[in-house]
């Protein structure tokens, strides 16, 4: 009755299903302050600060200031820059740092909180009366997850801007990181939302703008976005040198993750058995790490935890996107390429539908196991075998309009315009799977898994738009 109506679950009752509801509220409160200041429309000021208070966070926590300051000078507004050397239109230097917040945990994340369970049912006299476990521990010290960046930045301009880019660098640490982790045991619940560890990133940027033509209703313009980021974690807390995560599924993986948040490593690092071949007998060969009486030449057909080493990493290298716009008379286009490059994915799916054993148990498998050298009967067994390249080439946009006017009675509309627009048009890549850009929640920040993840749609879009 504690409840109200807020958890039918809870109830005493025989029926099925169970019916179930729930309350949640929280709040976010923000103050925010700017201040900007320009002087000789050279030199430029920018102050800010945030006032954050959140519900989710503990008591003498909730609430965290947040600064930031950025300045930029206009270089080509000084005298010593007098005739646009080089052929120079505009000419900025740039630079920033501020203080960000994150109170992405869920409502009543810091408190002890109870759940009805049928283990625990009792009887009082004769009656059965369900009774409460504890489903979260609580932790009275969370508060807000805090981010630090600084950026350094050049923006520039060539022939009376025809040609306009940016170049950034930019350094990005995260601290107190929110966390669900394991507690010592034994304990009434295995997890808990905890302050842990410090994240840095670190990229580089670089934007280029450019006419192409322009020749009266010709034109065609084309951007180019180029980006570089290096992701490290630097501190997991405590004496914690990784965090496992990234469930592995399918038959005879429970237990099983594919991915270790590693200290000195960047988040998204596959960890497992490195995979060599397959042998005469039809066996799934690996490379042995730990000496030991089944090991053969560095070689086993059984790894075990301590042959698991770095296999792959989810993030790419680099990533490119290309965007032209283009006008002939009246018609207009613009398309839009997006590449990433140097990336990692687990294809789970694979592994799972791509084991002969399906066969010995009627399930459904992939055609590709009919070719493979490993017997029938062989396990699963996750490892470096399933973790592709997920570099790809992607079309991402293909738009195409006609404007025109329309005559007699419809003159009172200024133009018309109809167009065509396709999205996902096109995808180059050498992954197996149907896309490699993929994001499956399997555990804490796991990223590049692929689990029967549902093809990305290719959409067409046409329309009629009127400007009066």
């Known amino acids: 009755d504690a409840f109200s109506y807020n958890n039918l679950g809870a109830g005493t009752q025989t029926n099925s299903p169970v019916p179930f509801s729930y309350f949640v509220d929280s709040k976010l409160v923000s103050f925010f302050s700017r201040a900007n200041y320009g002087f000789a429309n050279k030199y430029f000021l920018t102050g800010v600060v945030r006032y954050d208070g959140s519900s989710r966070l ?78 979260q521990v609580a932790n009275p010290d969370l508060k807000w997850e805090t981010s630090e960046q600084v950026n350094v930045g050049i923006d520039y301009g060539f022939k009376d801007d025809r040609i306009t880019g940016a170049i950034e660098f930019y350094q990005k640490t995260t601290k107190d990181l929110l966390l669900e982790v394991s507690v010592p045991q034994p304990a009434v619940v295995a997890t808990r939302l905890e302050n842990i560890g410090s994240l840095r990133n670190r990229g580089f940027e670089a934007t280029i703008d450019a006419v192409l033509i322009s020749e009266g209703s010709k034109t065609l313009s084309a951007a180019l976005v180029g980006s570089v980021e290096r992701n490290e974690v630097k501190s997991l807390g405590g004496d914690r040198t990784f965090i496992a995560t990234g469930g592995v599924s399918g038959q005879g993986q429970s237990g099983r993750l594919a991915q270790r948040i590693i200290v000195g490593e960047p988040i998204g690092t596959f960890f497992g058995p490195v995979f060599l071949k397959v042998d005469a007998q039809g066996k799934q060969v690996f490379r042995c790490i730990k000496a030991r009486p089944e090991c053969v030449g560095g070689e086993t057909t059984t790894p075990i935890s301590d042959d698991d080493q770095i296999i792959g990493k989810a993030n790419p290298d680099f990533t490119l996107g290309l965007t032209n716009n283009g006008r002939w008379g009246k018609f207009d286009a613009s398309w839009f390429w997006r590449a990433e490059v140097g990336r990692d994915v687990f294809n789970n799916t694979a592994l799972v539908y791509s084991t002969k054993s399906n066969a010995l148990q009627g399930r459904n498998f992939l055609a590709s196991a009919l070719d493979d050298a490993t017997k029938i009967g062989e396990p699963a067994i996750y490892s470096s075998r399933w973790i592709e390249s997920g570099s790809f080439l992607r079309l991402q946009n293909v738009t195409v309009g006609y404007t025109f006017d329309l005559p007699g009675r419809f003159s009172a509309i200024r133009s018309t315009r109809v167009f065509l627009s396709g999205d996902n048009l096109l995808l180059f890549t050498g992954y197996t799977g149907y896309d490699p850009e993929v994001f499956v929640g399997a555990g804490l920040a796991s990223r590049g898994i692929d689990y029967l993840t549902y093809p990305r749609a290719r959409t067409f879009t046409t329309g009629v738009r009127f400007q009066f």
């Open 58 to 135: 503990a008591e003498g926590n909730k609430w965290s200031v947040f600064p930031a300051l950025s300045a930029s000078w206009r270089l080509t507004e000084e005298g010593f820059m007098a005739g646009k050397p080089f052929g120079l239109s505009q000419l900025s230097l740039r630079a920033g740092w501020g203080l960000q917040g994150n109170q992405a945990v869920r409502p009543y994340g810091t408190q002890l909180l109870l759940r009805a369970s049928n283990a625990a049912r009792y009887p009082f006299g004769s009656a059965i009366t369900t009774g409460l476990l504890a489903s």
